[in-house]
């Protein structure tokens, strides 16, 4: 990439895709296709968005097939347009580099183990024994305690809290105010009162797993919580004890996992989901938001479960009416005795 | 305000309002009807505190006419009475001043400009290139990237990140814990796996906002995350990518909306309601507490949409028929057939 | 306990049982029924695990006395295996003894008192007029206002806050990440515009409080908010302003309890329930996860309310018939009228 942008060539060289337009043509950053101006890449990967498309003035486009004469300028046909535009998005848009080592406010112990090409924000502390593996980029004002290993390349931003002996893998992001590895939840009763049971199992997250800011992640009362890698968290999402997510499962803003609950691959779970303790959802599981899941799911399928909205008048006389549903159930059942049906 | 407090008189002078009562008489502290005494100021805005209003023992009582003979002692009639004492109590209650000035602890890029009158507490960060405007007040711990705008008098609490390039606005108050401008949550799939969308918008506040301890407003994709002059936001609120939130509209406790929303002005969002992403609600919407939301709504008014709670046992039953429901309203239909309303 | 573990005979002296197998039997850590081996001891306290009971390498299992012969090797036979349980693995598991005194980065106010044994981490702020107890364990991070007191023997892991004059009880547990009394959400409408109202109450935690990682608490807008002794907060918590939790209430992760509601001693609050504002739970009150409840409950007993999940292209075609949930009511009635039950 030069001063003045990439070329377009120079993309289809990389990525792929045909162009159809002007190999010259640089672009130099990203855009949506409202407000893209002749120096921008954006992309169109839905229907609904083909009179935006229509009227853009984006450098280049990147379209589907289908769509490869909607739009008069440059653009670039791919079979996943939306993928393309990632790639070239993180080529326009590297993550910007922090000052390489350690910053002098922060407190390493002497024993943590520090790889190459670390940078490590201000007002960290790192603890005994830890294993800081090469390229990793720790911002400023984190937690991290004893015995934790993080792997190579991986990126952790501002006020994060990694318990001790947990197990971060290779690429992971963990974006602020996450917390990975607190005290799971668990108490036994003892006479009206509740006693703490000692957490001792670890979070272990595998390799490119990305956490949310300010999500949750208990460590294992006996065993580990395990999530595997390529898993996406996004933000205020709270996993359980003992709790083991697939690979590659995707969980939306503000999920709770209760513990000990085992999501297969590739699963994809909405915003505000709720899943109970001690279940298993198989692989490929999609979780309409909103639905709680109470019960283990072997199948792979959309499952969904939201009292549908209403305007309040007449949400209340159908609530009100939900509350006598098996008496009207009752009284159908009563009619059609009384009135046999004749052609069954 | 003397060390003796605030004479009626001066209040009345101040905010308006007819005093029924001894001008004389100096208050010097806010409590409720209950727990008042005669150097404390109370309100009652409701009619179920009817009973508490009668037997209070405050030095005055702010009430609406329809409540003005209701308490024998002092008391200032008004409008509003709620806003009313809210004007009292911050006069009574102002903010306590933090020590001027960089603590020496806190690390200031600089680059980075500081107002005057800024006060900004131990061990915070403040990256390059930032303008912290006059009389804004940093609690200590905080993490504030490169290229961020904060507008004057903004107040800015302990342990809270704003993300580089966010832009705060005048007078905003940002509680302990909140994240502002952490990375969307994009990512393009791509065979099974997560590719990364990188987020280059930013997230724009206006003036007068408040934003809640913990919670997390995300940057925008490609666009900024915008969130209107005099938005209040309650604790543990996500809001996603791309989401525009209008001038005024006020968001309970656990509240989440998915990226690319966009809701009107002067809406009240309930507590723990949910908002799909991609939608747009009118002005004035009212949403109650717990309700998904996963349809646009353009007209204003109250939405509701929560399965009313019972007993277990009692629910259980209803619960189970709900399942059948489709297959009810068939029965329904075939006995209506069978035996047609002569009247119709 | 010997570096070579803890005899069974120590163990039965300590907490009782009887115990089935070599009294001379050292164990050293504790495991599930599936992982142990001759070192550790597990235990059994629900009939789904007794398979794995059956073929354990557990070097002693605590089992209920109908599980007595389950086992084959060593076991010790208790009321409640799984309280015994707690305290043995309490007795292996000691909380790791953090450096004791005042870290040197950290900043403590000439004017607050810390008391004998107390151990605070790095990068902490205590604010003036603060009294810390004795051995109390405050990890690094942590931002505690002017005027907080702390009860002895409490541990506060990282990155908490505390705001200035709340009240944290005897042996309590902070999860990182919490925010205790940050201003409740208290604003007067004023013509489209929303007016602050200061928050003047406190935030008081009785002994035995533990509360979980990013779980917040506003303090009081004129009275207290007030966590009694022995309350147990999961994750993502959040307890607005006035509200009072009684003793020994558990509440489960990304539970909201709204403004000035009261919870009775003995509750137990499921994942993810939502409680609105200014109600009243009566003592041992039983909310399932994911229920919004929206009026006061007097009796104790357990409450549900959720709409029940099920495969999406079902859901869509009971959810549509739910909207027309009062209009099937009506037919059933008049079907019921042209047509009444000769035995009625």
Redesign the interface.
Known sequence: MTPSGIRLAALIEQFGGELIGDPDHAIV????LR?ASATDVSFCHRGKYLDDLRHSLAGVVIVAPGDRDVYAGNRIVAD?P??Y???V??L??PD?KPALGIDS?S?VHPTARIGAGAAI???C?IGANCHIDDDVAI???C?I?DHVAIGAGTRI???V?I??RSVVGKRC?I???A?IG??G?G????G???????Q?GRVVLGD?V?I???T?I?RGA??DTIIEE?V?L???V?I?HNCRIGA?T?I???V?I?GSTRLGQ?CMIG??A?I??HLELGDGVI????????KSIREA????????????K?????????????D??D??R???R??P?PKD
Chains 1, 2, 3 share one sequence.
């Open positions: 950053s990203v855009a949506t407000s996943n939306y993928l535009f990632a790639r998005s993180a326009l848009n910007p406010s407190r924000g201000p007002f502390s911002g400023g004002h937690a305690g931003d501002t006020r809290s318990y001790a992001v974006l602020s105010g917390v607190a005290d939840f108490f036994a009763p003892d009206g009162r509740w006693v703490k049971i000692p001792v490119d990305e949310g800011a300010n949750t208990d006996l065993d390529g996406k996004d933000n205020q709270q359980g590659h995707a939306a803003g503000c709770g209760a590739r915003g505000a709720m109970a303790g979780v309409s938001g909103g639905t709680l899941i109470s399928g959309i499952y969904t479960g939201v009292y549908p909205f209403e305007q309040n007449k949400w209340t006389r159908n609530a009100a009416a939900l509350r006598h549903l098996e009207m159930k009284r159908i009563a009619l059609e009384r009135f049906d």
